[in-house]
Nanobody, 127 residues
Framework: QVQLVESGGGLVQAGGSLRLSCAAS????????MGWFRQAPGKEREFVSF????????TYTDSVKGRFTISRDNAKNTVYLQMNSLKPEDTAVYYCAASYRKSASYYYTGVQGYDYWGQGTQVTVSS
């Protein structure tokens, strides 16, 4: 059974940092593009970042560029999201997702492009 388990969420003040982790099991981790999404109350789930199978390519949504960094360790079957200079508008449930190869990379920026999802971890940034 495929499992993605997020950890590292919590409550931080604006300007602070948080590091999220996502541990994967039940799949060949290096065969999957990995992504992070977030969902605020009353909002649709939105794309944050993705990283290719070997970490050679990364993509970020404009609102987090320069503040967030995605990385992966295939030996540990884990993907990370380092979040710095956090803002109240970053408050959301953050989800890890895995995507088996798609025909074009644009699929990785949308919810529909992913095959497996974690349960999410809450990130709250206070002002």
């Amino acid at each position: 059974q495929v499992q993605l388990v997020e950890s590292g969420g919590g409550l931080v003040q604006a300007g602070g940092s948080l590091r999220l982790s996502c541990a994967a099991s039940g799949l060949t981790f290096s065969s999957y593009t990995m992504g992070w999404f977030r969902q605020a109350p009353g909002k649709e789930r939105e794309f944050v970042s993705f990283i290719s199978w070997n970490g050679g390519s990364t993509t970020y949504t404009d609102s987090v560029k320069g503040r967030f960094t995605i990385s992966r360790d295939n030996a540990k079957n884990t993907v990370y999201l380092q979040m710095n200079s956090l803002k109240p508008e970053d408050t959301a449930v953050y989800y890890c997702a895995a995507s088996y190869r798609k025909s074009a990379s644009y699929y990785y920026t949308g919810v529909q492009g992913y095959d497996y999802w974690g349960q999410g971890t809450q990130v709250t940034v206070s002002s």
